[in-house]
C-alpha cells in the first residue's frame, strides 16, 4: 500500500509541473456556472448570444425544436483514485485501502412551454474497495434524478429566480443554503437523491422553497434504488438576497422510524430552525449560520443545537490573489448519556466532503477550528492549504462520521482532543470541460482517539479527473 502511495505521489508532482507548463486561457465567452445539479442552469442565452464555434459543447446546451420547445443535454465523466493509510486512525475493517471510483451521469433537460421534463441517469462503479463496496461506492446503472415540473405565474421560463411558482414531482438532488442539512452528497461515489414533491416560489429578489421528500436509497445493483421506507423529510427554506448579501431562514422537520443513537434506538422526529447570513463586501465574504433542534427520539425530548462561522479575505492585488478563511464550528453532543434528554445534533443530509477532501469527522459532538487559504497559481491552475483541529463538544458524547454515524464511544476518556488535520490541494482546469485535480492529506489522532483505540495518522492521497458540460 504503502509503494502504491508513493507512486500516486509521483504522479501528482508530475501533474503539477505540466499543469503549470500547459495552462490554457480561457474562452472568451463565459457560459453559466455548471451546477451539481445540473437543471438550475439557465441556458436560454444560447439562443442568439453564442457563436457555436467557441466551444464545441455549446451545441448540446441549447437545441432548439419548435418556437416554445428547446433541449439541453450535458454529461459529467468522473474517475477518482483514493489511496487510504491507517483509515479510522488504523481501527476500521481495511485500515489500508486503495480503490478507484468511476462514474458517468449524462442528462436531458426538455422544456416545452411551462412544462420540463428532467432525466438523469448515472452508471457507478468501484475498483478495489476493501472489504466490500458500499452503495454509496456503487450503484451500477441507476436513476439519479428523474422529475417534472410545470411552471405557474406570469414567467414561463426555466430561471428559478423569475416572478412565479414552480411545482415539481419526481426524483431529485437537493442543495439547500450551505448544505449543512439537506446538500448532495457529490464529492462521494453515489449522490444523494430525493424522491418527493418540492414548489418553488419567486418573487421581488426572495425564493421559498417547500418539499416534502424521502431520501433514495442506493442499492448496489442495477435499477435497485428505492426510496427509504424508514426516513421523511419536510421543509421551507427561505432566501432574501440583494445579490451582495442574502439570509436564510428555514424550517426543516425529519422523521426516522428506525433511529440509533447509542445506547438507545427508536423513533425520532426532529424539528430544525435555522438562519444563515451570507454575502460580500469588497474584499470580504461570511456565512454564518445558526440551527436550533428539538423533539422526540425513544420517549425522550431533543434539545441540540449547532454555530457555524466562516469569515474570509482577498488580497486580489497580492501575488497569487490569495483568498484566506477562517472557520469555527460548534455542535453539540449528549451531555447525560443516562437520561432520557438527546442532546447529539443530527447534521441529517449534509454534503459529503464536509471538512475537506479527508473527512473521518462529521458535524456532531465537535468544537472546529478550520483556517485555509486558496490561491491562483495560473489562470488555469489553482491550489489551497488548509488546516483543522478538533475537539469534542461534550465528554460523555463519542465522535462521529458525516453520516452521523458512531464511530468512537465515549468509554472512559476525559480527554476532549479529537485530533489535528493539514491538507494541500492542486487543481487544473485543462479545458473548459476537464478538471485534473489532487489532495494531499494527513489526520494525526489526539489524545481522545488515543484513550479509545488505535491511534495511527490517517493519511489520503486523491486523484481526480472530471469531465463536465
Given at each position: 500500500?504503502?509503494t ?21 486561457a ?182 421559498v ?8 436509497r ?32 428555514y ?113 456532531t ?73 489532487t489532495?494531499?492529506?494527513?489526520f ?25 458540460f
Open positions: 500500500m504503502k502504491g502511495v508513493r507512486r500516486l505521489a509521483l504522479l501528482a508532482v508530475a501533474l503539477t509541473g505540466r499543469a503549470q507548463a500547459q495552462a490554457q480561457t474562452e472568451a465567452w463565459q457560459p453559466p456556472t455548471l451546477t451539481i445539479t445540473r437543471y438550475d442552469e439557465d441556458w436560454r442565452a444560447d439562443a442568439d448570444a453564442i457563436d457555436r464555434a467557441t466551444s464545441w459543447t455549446n451545441r448540446f446546451k441549447y437545441i432548439p425544436i419548435s418556437p416554445d420547445a428547446y433541449l439541453t443535454t450535458g454529461i459529467e465523466l468522473r474517475a477518482r483514485n483514493e489511496a487510504y493509510e491507517d483509515t479510522l486512525w488504523g481501527g476500521g475493517p481495511a485500515p489500508d485501502d486503495g480503490y478507484l471510483w468511476l462514474r458517468a451521469v449524462p442528462y436531458a433537460d426538455l422544456h416545452v412551454g411551462r412544462v420540463r421534463g428532467f432525466v438523469q441517469p448515472i452508471a457507478a462503479y468501484a475498483v478495489g474497495v476493501s472489504p466490500s463496496a458500499s452503495p454509496v461506492d456503487q450503484t451500477r446503472v441507476d436513476l439519479l434524478q428523474g422529475f417534472v415540473d410545470v411552471r405557474l405565474g406570469a414567467a414561463a421560463t426555466n430561471a428559478v429566480d423569475d416572478t412565479g411558482v414552480t411545482m415539481r414531482a419526481g426524483r431529485q438532488m437537493i442543495s439547500l443554503g450551505s448544505e449543512r442539512l439537506i446538500g448532495t452528497r457529490y464529492g462521494p461515489n453515489v449522490p444523494l437523491a430525493f424522491d418527493g414533491l418540492r414548489s418553488l416560489i419567486s418573487l421581488n429578489g426572495a425564493t422553497s417547500l418539499l416534502a421528500v424521502r431520501p433514495v442506493p442499492g448496489s445493483g442495477t435499477l435497485d434504488d428505492r426510496r427509504s421506507r424508514s426516513k421523511s423529510l419536510w421543509a421551507a427554506y427561505a432566501t432574501i438576497g440583494n445579490g451582495d448579501a442574502g439570509l436564510d431562514l424550517y426543516i422537520g425529519y422523521r426516522n422510524t428506525a433511529a440509533v443513537f447509542s445506547p438507545r434506538a427508536g423513533r425520532e422526529v426532529r424539528h430544525s430552525i435555522g438562519a444563515r447570513s451570507f454575502g460580500t463586501a469588497a474584499d470580504w465574504h461570511w456565512n454564518v449560520e445558526g440551527i436550533a433542534q428539538f423533539g422526540r427520539f425513544a420517549g425522550g425530548p431533543i434539545a441540540a443545537w449547532t454555530l457555524g462561522t466562516e469569515v474570509g479575505r482577498r488580497f486580489p492585488d497580492a501575488p497569487l490573489a490569495p483568498d484566506a478563511v477562517l472557520r469555527f464550528n460548534v455542535v453539540s453532543g449528549d451531555r447525560h448519556r443516562d437520561d432520557d434528554r438527546l442532546g447529539t445534533f443530527n447534521a441529517l443530509f449534509p454534503k459529503g466532503k464536509y471538512f475537506g477532501e479527508l473527512s473521518p469527522v462529521g458535524p459532538n465537535i468544537v472546529s477550528v478550520n483556517p485555509r487559504v486558496a490561491m491562483t497559481l495560473t489562470r488555469t491552475v489553482s491550489a489551497s492549504i488548509a488546516g483543522a483541529a478538533y475537539w469534542r463538544y461534550s465528554l460523555s458524547d463519542g465522535v462521529y462520521d458525516i453520516p452521523g454515524n458512531l464511530i468512537r464511544a465515549p468509554g472512559t476518556s476525559r480527554a476532549r482532543f479529537i485530533g489535528k488535520e493539514a491538507e494541500a490541494t492542486l487543481a487544473w482546469q485543462a479545458t473548459p470541460e476537464l478538471e485534473l485535480s489532495s494531499l492529506s494527513a494525526p489522532p489526539g489524545q481522545f482517539i488515543r484513550d479509545t483505540g488505535s491511534g495511527k495518522t490517517i493519511t489520503m492521497l486523491g486523484l481526480e479527473s472530471n469531465f463536465r
